[in-house]
């Protein structure tokens, strides 16, 4: 066998081999297609056929295609549903807008309102404040006039009680009087009786009394009056009286007389130091 030979030789080995893995191969991958296409049970080696695949899908489709409708159907409804309510909202905003201007109006006519309360409150309160002022005024008024009307009834009061105690002195004075005219009728009758004339001067009786009141150094007060026999013009001497020890201070002369005490004017010549307690006396012999 040459060399050719040996190759064809070689060649059919090889390409029996190759055809050999090629079967091998087929066989490995040969597929059943009934089972592939109709396959109503699905094993471990075979999936479901398709036929029946087909089926699960269009049935899957069908149930799509009823919810697609069903959702179609609620769309149009939830549509309609929403038109209506669009609607009412329009319909209610058109009402809301009309109350909006109506609120607007009646705000407008509750500012001008309260424009002219204001306007009016002002103006009540200035009259308040000047009916307060005027009050306030008549107040003092009143408090014056009710001080004066106190003022004048304590002062008739005190004219009464004056009236009164006058009234009183004026009693007194006259039961005085009548008991002075029957002294002095006695009086007349002891003259007559020792031979004296009625209408003779017998003078002051002597008075020793004592200085109650210096109000000024021109003025002095003593502790004898009309009814101790004192008359305006009688002049007494002012004496001090210390220890042991007489000293002359001055004269005096009367001004003024009551019952009980008498109002003198002190001599500005032969006043010394004129004090309460000093003694005066009158010292007259019948003339």
């Keep these: 066998m ?9 060649l059919i080995f090889v390409m029996s081999l190759v055809f050999a893995t090629l079967t091998v191969v087929v066989y490995a991958t040969h597929t059943n297609w009934k089972l592939v296409c109709d396959n109503a049970a699905a094993t471990a080696q075979h999936k479901l056929g398709l036929s029946q695949q087909l089926q699960q899908k269009l049935q899957i489709n069908q149930e799509l295609d009823g919810k697609y409708n069903e959702t179609l159907k609620q769309l149009g409804l939830a549509k309609k549903l929403r038109d209506d309510a669009l609607a009412k909202l329009v319909s209610e905003t ?5 109350q909006v201007d109506t609120l607007k109006s009646d705000e407008a006519d509750l500012r001008q309102e309260a424009s002219l309360a204001s306007a009016a409150l002002k ?8 009916q307060r002022d005027e009050i306030l005024g008549l107040v003092a008024s009143i408090n014056t006039a009710n001080t004066d009307r106190d003022v004048a009834i304590k002062k008739l009061l005190d004219a009464q009680n004056d009236l009164y105690q006058t009234g009183i002195e004026i009693l007194r004075l006259r ?17 007559r009786h020792y031979g004296h004339n009625k209408d003779q001067s017998l003078g002051p009786p002597n008075i ?8 000024s150094a021109d003025l002095v007060a003593i502790k004898a009056g009309a009814d101790d026999g004192l008359r305006e013009g009688d002049r007494l001497i002012v004496y001090h009286v210390g220890g042991d020890r007489t000293v002359l201070v001055g004269w ?15 001599d500005p010549n032969r006043q010394r130091n ?8 009158i010292e007259l012999k019948l003339q």
Excluded: W
């Design 2 to 10: 040459n060399l050719v030979g040996k190759i064809f030789v070689v």
């Design 94 to 98: 058109s009402t809301l807008e009309k």
């Design 208 to 215: 020793d009394t004592v200085i109650t009141e210096v109000p």
């Design 175 to 191: 039961q005085l009087m009548d008991d002075l005219q029957k002294d002095l009728k006695k009086a007349e009758d002891v003259l």
């Design 274 to 281: 004129v004090q309460v307690g000093d003694r005066a006396r």
């Design 123 to 130: 103006a009540a309160h200035e009259t308040f404040k000047a």
């Design 252 to 266: 005096i002369k009367v001004l003024e007389t009551q019952p009980d005490r008498a109002v003198c004017s002190v």
